[in-house]
């Protein structure tokens, strides 16, 4: 008797009819796609064919006004002229956190639309700051590092300030950064230059 006789056939030749079976299929179907994607005239359209598309509408408008679709562009024209409006204005990262969540849009979408807003002199949902949390430690030591090198005081003024008020230097940065947003005077000026 011969083994290799057998009416049900080998499951070697059994695989490799079913991989046969399936690479047609792929092929057939991708072959499909590609023809029934192929962009032609409407003329062409038989009956067998779904309904002809409708010819794109032109959705320029009139004018060479700009419209607020053109103000809400997405995070590929986030530039640093938006940048700068955004983060000029006072805003902070935790606002555009909120905005994004807001507008529903990732964090860098949510910055570019917000600085191109604000060039067009319109004003956002949120206020400036208003999305920080001034309980938590981190933010408000942030907030008067920020000021300090804002102010235009540098790490040489800090060690001066440091020196005068008898604390390492990291106290008297925040220590000055505080002054600076509560308004009062430090005893020595800035020797750098303030952002403006």
Do not use: C
């Amino acid at each position: 008797m011969n083994p290799h006789t057998s009416t049900t056939g080998s499951p070697r030749r059994t695989a490799a009819v079913g991989v046969v079976a399936v690479a047609l299929t792929v092929g057939a179907v991708g072959t499909a796609y590609a023809l029934a994607t192929v962009d032609r005239p409407a003329t062409e359209v038989t009956a067998g064919d779904a309904a002809p598309q409708a010819p794109a509408v032109d959705a320029t408008p009139a004018s060479d006004e700009p419209t607020a679709a053109d103000a809400l562009t997405g995070a590929d024209e986030y530039t640093r002229e938006r940048s700068d409006a955004f983060w000029g204005a006072g805003y902070s990262m935790e606002d555009a956190d909120a905005l994004s969540e807001l507008w529903h849009v990732e964090l860098l979408e949510a910055k570019g639309r917000a600085g191109q807003l604000l060039l067009d002199g319109q004003q956002l949902p949120i206020a400036p700051g208003s999305s920080l949390d001034l309980t938590d430690p981190d933010t408000v030591a942030r907030l008067q590092l920020a000021a300090f090198w804002d102010a235009g005081y540098t790490k040489d003024d800090s060690t001066a300030l440091a020196a005068l008020w008898a604390v390492d230097v990291v106290e008297a940065k925040a220590t000055a950064g505080q002054m600076i947003r509560d308004g009062l005077p430090l005893p020595i000026g800035p020797s750098g230059t303030p952002v403006s």
